[in-house]
C-alpha cells in the first residue's frame, strides 16, 4: 500500500469541500464574536466540525460506498483505526459543548445538516449522473456550520444565523456550478460555445441577483451584506467575455480559494455594518 494511497483512503478528496466548510464556519464565528459573544466554545465546535468532516472519508473507505474502497487486512485496520480515533475526537468535542444541557439548539442544526448528508449519499447512490446536485446537498449540510458557530459564540438563534446560512449556501452554490462549468469548458472554444454551453449558469447567475435583490427589498438582507456577491458574480459574466485557454486546475483552485475568502470577509463586514 503506497502512501498515496493511504493518504486517499482517510482523507477527504474533495479539496472544495474544506473551503465550503471553513469560510462558514469562519464567517459564522466572526461575525457572533465581534457581535457581542464569546469565544470560549468555538475551539471545541472547531474542533468536532473538522473531525466530523474528516471522518466521512475514512467511513466510506471503510464501508466501500465509493469507487476508493479499504482492502481487507492493513487498508482496513488503517481506516478503522482513522474512524476510532476520529469519532473519539468528535464525541468528547460534542459532550463538551453539550455538557449540562448547554448549546441545546445546536442538536437542531447538527440534524438539519444530517439530513443534508445523508439526502446526498441516497442522491449519489440512486443516481449516477447527479454529481453537481450531491455536492449543492452537501453544501447545504456544510454551511450549517454557520449558523452553529453564530449561535455558540452568541448563545441565541437569531435572524442573522439564518443569514449566514443562506448567505454561504448560495456562494457555494455558484462556486460548485461555475467549476463544474470550466471542467466542462477545460478546452479552449469559442465565445459562441461558451455561452451555448453555460446557458445554465447564466440563469443561475440572474436567479442569484434577482433573489439578493427581492431579500434587500424585503429587508431580509442589507445592500452591505450583498456586496460580498460581487465579485463571484463578475467572475462568472467576465468568463464568458474573455479568450478561452486550456483549464488549468490548480490556478483555478487558488483562485476560487481566494474568492470564498474575500466573499468570507466582506460578509462578516457587511453584517455588521
Not at 479539496?15 to 470560549?40: Q, R
Not at 472547531?46 to 475514512?58: G, K, M, S
Not at 467549476?179 to 478546452?187: D, E, G, K, M, W
Request: hydrophobic share 60%; no cysteine.
Amino acid at each position: 500500500m503506497t502512501s498515496q494511497h493511504r493518504h486517499a483512503l482517510i482523507f477527504p478528496r474533495e479539496h472544495g469541500a474544506w473551503g465550503i466548510l471553513l469560510v462558514p464556519l469562519a464567517s459564522g464565528a466572526a461575525v457572533g464574536v465581534l457581535a457581542g459573544g464569546g469565544s470560549l466554545a468555538l475551539g471545541p465546535l472547531i474542533i468536532a466540525a473538522l473531525a466530523l468532516f474528516w471522518l466521512r472519508t475514512p467511513v466510506e473507505s471503510w464501508l466501500g460506498t465509493t469507487p476508493m474502497r479499504a482492502h481487507p487486512g492493513e487498508e482496513v485496520r488503517l481506516v478503522r483505526k482513522t474512524v476510532v480515533a476520529l469519532a473519539a475526537v468528535a464525541a468528547l468535542a460534542l459532550g463538551w459543548l453539550l455538557w449540562g444541557g448547554r448549546h441545546a439548539q445546536l442538536l437542531w442544526i447538527g440534524a438539519a445538516a444530517a439530513l443534508a448528508f445523508l439526502a446526498q449519499a441516497v442522491l449519489k447512490k440512486r443516481r449516477r449522473n447527479s454529481r453537481v446536485s450531491a455536492q449543492i446537498i452537501g453544501a447545504a449540510g456544510l454551511a450549517s456550520a454557520a449558523p452553529a458557530a453564530f449561535y455558540v459564540a452568541t448563545g441565541s438563534v437569531t435572524p442573522m444565523a439564518w443569514d449566514l446560512w443562506i448567505a454561504n449556501l448560495l456562494f457555494a452554490v455558484n462556486q460548485i456550478q461555475f467549476v463544474q462549468l470550466r471542467i466542462h469548458a477545460s478546452q479552449p472554444i469559442t465565445r459562441r460555445e461558451k455561452f451555448s454551453l453555460g446557458k445554465g449558469f447564466l440563469a443561475a447567475q440572474t436567479v442569484l441577483m434577482a433573489a439578493i435583490a427581492v431579500a434587500v427589498s424585503l429587508h431580509l438582507f442589507s445592500w452591505y451584506a450583498a456586496v460580498a456577491f460581487l465579485p463571484a458574480l463578475i467572475r462568472g459574466f467576465a468568463w464568458f467575455l474573455r479568450r478561452s485557454g486550456p483549464l488549468a486546475v490548480r490556478a483555478l483552485g487558488w483562485s476560487e480559494l481566494g474568492l470564498a475568502a474575500t466573499f468570507g470577509v466582506l460578509l462578516v463586514a457587511g453584517l455588521l455594518h
